[in-house]
């Protein structure tokens, strides 16, 4: 397949001021030089490419919408447009970033006191510490408001015990926020540093998805942690929710780099394979019909990611518009990959073209963050003003 050349049908760029197309720019050719060479081999060894971190660092991916810290500061567009080039290389790139930036600095820099914010977000930003969010359970996924996990406030400490499930570099992090319920009842984040007694992750094996990133389940017995780790600045699930909210933010513009990778390479495929009279496939009625589908769907959600950025670096946006946007763009996504895979026949199944590679790691990332009829579920209320989750 020739070199990515970018989607853009509606001339959606003339949109984006010089530091976006700089921060796309850099975050492109990082994927196409050091990224679409290795992710292969990793996702076929369920292995994470570790040896990118500190190269994420230094280009000023984590945590690069905050200020202060060594953070770049992007504006939230800019950082769009670095999650949709990295979901373009692979989805599990784009999760270690999601996780690092929106829910690990995001809450350390919001909620956190001054000490942990000037301990852990300049580690963070330059990679050479790597966080993950404990927020899900085993038996607590689209409802986290009935998380088991406890903590109980001893003379200088909290002491931790439960479970979390399906945890995103959870073995692999040096600081895990965990999210665990007080004796008042209340919600409330922990700071949980790696080697705490008391603290376990053990990894999940056996991913036909999200092959090139760590998942992990992690533990807490009778766990002490000091009083200082508390993130003083937020109690209540909507401490958790809002670290969400961010996350889904850079998703909905990630899962447009997915579909953009499989778009072109389905488009590329089907100019030059023959079949039928030794025409390319392209010629045919039922193609071009697939190929014109996904660059409708590909624009319309370029529109409304670059839309809900603007609101979101005015301050306008709203949990429930970005709900929308993760909604919207991931399923794109994933009728996208499912159409290019088709498109591509046999060759559609190999690791060569990637497609299935996108199309597997999207079935994950249409049910993290909230699944899809959970971001339905939130916009109904919304609207109607009832909730109708239970
Ligand atoms: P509810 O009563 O609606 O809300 C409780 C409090 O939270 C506030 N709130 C939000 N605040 C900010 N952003 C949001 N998105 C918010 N949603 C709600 C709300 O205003 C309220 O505040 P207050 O001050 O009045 O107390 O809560 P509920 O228990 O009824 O929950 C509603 C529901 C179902 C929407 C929520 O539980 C939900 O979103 N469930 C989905 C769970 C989820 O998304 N889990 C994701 C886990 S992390 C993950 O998947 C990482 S993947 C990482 C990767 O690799 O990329
Ligand atoms: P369930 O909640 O059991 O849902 C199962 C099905 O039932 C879904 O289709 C759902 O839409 C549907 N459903 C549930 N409730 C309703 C309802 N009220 N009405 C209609 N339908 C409903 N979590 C973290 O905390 N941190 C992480 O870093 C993290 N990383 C992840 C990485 C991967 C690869 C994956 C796959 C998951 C990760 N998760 C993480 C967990 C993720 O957030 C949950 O899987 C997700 O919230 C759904 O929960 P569940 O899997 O328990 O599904």
Known sequence: MGAFQGVDFLDVDASFNDEELLARRTARQFVDECVLPAID????????????VLQMGELGFFGSNLQGYGCAEMSNVAYGLVMQELERGDSGLRSFVSVQSALVMYPIHTYGTDAQKQRWLPLLQSGKAIGCFGLTEPQFGSNPGGMLTRAARHSNCYVLNGEKMWITNGSIADVAVVWARCEDGRVRGFLVERGTKGFTARDVHGKLSMRASITSGLSFNECEIPAENLLPGVDGLRGPLSCLTQARYGIGWGGIGAAMACYDTALQYAKSRKQ???????????VQDKLAW???EISKAQLMALHVGRLK?????????????????VWMAREVARMARELLGANGIVEDFGVMRHMNNLESVYTYEGTHDIQRLIIGEHITGIAAFA
């Open 313 to 329: 670096d005015e301050g306008r946006a709203e949990p429930v518009h970005i709900s929308m946007l993760k909604m919207n763009n």
């Open 294 to 296: 996904m660059i409708t």
């Open 276 to 286: 039928f009279d030794n025409k390319p496939i392209a010629a045919h009625q039922l």
């Open 41 to 52: 081999q990793h996702y076929r060894e369920g292995t994470f490419p570790m040896e990118l």
